[in-house]
C-alpha cells in the first residue's frame, strides 16, 4: 500500500484544529489510514482534571472502532503547526495494539516503525502466549 503522508498530515492539521486544549492550549489532531484504505482521525480534548486528559490518538482508535475496526497502517500525528508530533507513551501502547510493530508514524525526518518507538512492547499477542 502506498502512503499519502501528505493527505494525512493534511488532515491531522484539520483535527488539530478541532482541538479542545483549553489547559495546555497544545492542539493535537492525529490521521491515520487502515488495512482497507480508510482514514480515520482524533483530536485531543483536555478537561480540568488534566490527567483524563484525551489524546488525538486516543480518539483516532476510537473512531476506528467506531467505523468498523481493521488495523492502522500509517498515522500522522501533528501539533497546531502542523510539524509531526510524536505520541506520548500511553498512546505509543495504545497504537501498537491497534498498529502492530510495523505501524508507520510520520516524523520530521520520514517515517518511523512503531517498534523502533516502543521497543519490547507488550501487545496483544503476549496475552495470548504467556497466559497460564
Same mark, same amino acid.
Given at each position: =500500500?502506498?502512503?499519502?503522508?501528505?493527505?494525512?498530515?493534511?488532515?491531522? #492539521? *484539520? =483535527? #488539530?484544529?478541532?482541538? /479542545?486544549?483549553? /489547559?495546555?492550549?497544545? $492542539? *493535537?489532531?492525529?490521521?491515520?489510514?487502515?488495512?482497507?484504505?480508510?482514514?480515520?482521525?482524533?483530536?485531543?480534548?483536555?478537561?480540568?482534571?488534566?490527567?483524563?486528559?484525551?489524546?488525538?490518538?486516543?480518539?483516532?482508535?476510537?473512531?476506528?472502532?467506531?467505523?468498523?475496526?481493521?488495523?492502522? *497502517?500509517?498515522?500522522?500525528?501533528?501539533?497546531?503547526?502542523?510539524?509531526?508530533?510524536?505520541?506520548?507513551?500511553?498512546?505509543?501502547?495504545?497504537?501498537?495494539? $491497534?498498529?502492530?510493530?510495523?505501524?508507520?508514524?510520520?516524523?520530521? $525526518?520520514?517515517?518511523?516503525? =512503531?517498534? #523502533?518507538?516502543?521497543?519490547?512492547?507488550?501487545?496483544?499477542?503476549?496475552?495470548?502466549?504467556?497466559?497460564?
Amino acid at each position: =500500500m502506498s502512503i499519502d503522508w501528505e493527505t494525512l498530515r493534511r488532515e491531522a #492539521a *484539520v =483535527m #488539530a484544529q478541532r482541538a /479542545y486544549a483549553r /489547559y495546555s492550549r497544545v $492542539h *493535537v489532531g492525529a490521521c491515520a489510514v487502515t488495512d482497507d484504505g480508510r482514514l480515520v482521525r482524533g483530536c485531543n480534548v483536555e478537561n480540568a482534571s488534566i490527567g483524563l486528559t484525551l489524546c488525538a490518538e486516543c480518539g483516532l482508535v476510537s473512531d476506528l472502532a467506531a467505523s468498523g475496526g481493521g488495523r492502522l *497502517v500509517a498515522i500522522s500525528v501533528v501539533a497546531g503547526d502542523g510539524k509531526p508530533l510524536a505520541p506520548c507513551g500511553r498512546c505509543r501502547q495504545l497504537l501498537f495494539e $491497534h498498529g502492530g510493530a510495523g505501524l508507520l508514524l510520520d516524523g520530521e $525526518h520520514g517515517p518511523v516503525r =512503531m517498534d #523502533a518507538l516502543l521497543p519490547g512492547a507488550f501487545g496483544p499477542d503476549d496475552l495470548d502466549t504467556r497466559a497460564t
